[in-house]
């Protein structure tokens, strides 16, 4: 199965903040990579398609970037309604694998 | 809208059984593959299974193969995910959520999901 090395696991920020998550593939994926936002008690909620597709309706501050296997979501100017838990998911194969979540917690 | 309601959760014994459904509406249900992904409390996202639109395609995780199985009724808009031989670490958040595209080669993301039901395996 395809592993997602998904980095920080957590990090301190401030409102206005630029926050980048990492998410590195064990192979290639051919960029069949998705981003997730989890606020605590709901569904995930699609933020990026095809490692860099703004989902519709997902503001333009959020933003995702690919080098090889290494998968990069940003949030250029960090808003009090981003604090939440981030995952990274490939669908290039199956069995569909998560990354391990990255909590962004207000500094 | 589209909607996906799961169901079926609750306490059970290890050892012991449990039938989940999704009950779906807002698309034709019977175009898109759905899949079943989990959450146990306090940890990370982990994928389950999925069935494709037809029912001719079916993949498992390797940590649920053999106990589980997902089947669906196209004529119920519903999906349903057969849980056996249940463990403690089965005890999670079920999710199912959806293909974005009709169709779909095997090569979608989820874009829906539901609620989730919670399943706590305990003696």
């Known amino acids: 199965a395809i592993q997602l090395t998904q980095s920080p696991s957590s990090l301190s920020a401030s409102v206005g903040d630029r926050v980048t998550i990492t998410c590195r593939a064990s192979?290639?994926?051919?960029?069949?990579l998705a981003w997730y936002q989890q606020k605590p008690g709901t569904p995930p909620k699609l933020l990026i398609y095809d490692a860099s597709s703004l989902e519709s309706g997902v503001p333009s501050r959020f933003s995702g970037s690919t080098s090889g296997t290494d998968f990069t979501l940003t949030i250029s100017r960090l808003q009090p309604e981003d604090f939440a838990t981030y995952y990274c998911?490939?669908?290039?194969?199956?069995?569909?694998?998560f990354g391990q979540g990255t909590k962004v917690e207000i500094k | 809208q589209v909607q996906l309601v799961e169901s079926g959760g609750g306490v059970v014994q290890p050892g012991r059984s449990l039938r989940l459904s999704c009950a779906a509406s807002?698309?034709?249900?019977?175009?898109?593959?759905i899949h079943w992904v989990r959450q146990a409390p306090g940890k990370g996202l982990e994928w389950v299974a999925v069935?494709?639109?037809?029912?001719?395609?079916?993949y498992y995780a390797a940590s649920v193969k053999g106990r589980f199985a997902v089947s669906r009724d196209n004529s119920k808009n519903t999906l349903y995910l057969q849980m056996n031989s249940l463990r403690a670490e089965d005890t999670a958040i079920y999710y199912c959520a959806r293909d974005p595209l009709p169709y779909c080669g095997g090569d979608c993301y989820l874009d829906y999901w539901g609620q989730g039901t919670l399943v706590t395996v305990s003696s």
């Open positions: 192979q290639d994926i051919n960029s069949a």
């Open positions: 069935l494709s639109y037809d029912g001719s395609n079916k």
């Open positions: 807002g698309f034709i249900f019977n175009t898109y593959s």
């Open positions: 998911l490939q669908f290039n194969t199956y069995p569909r694998t």
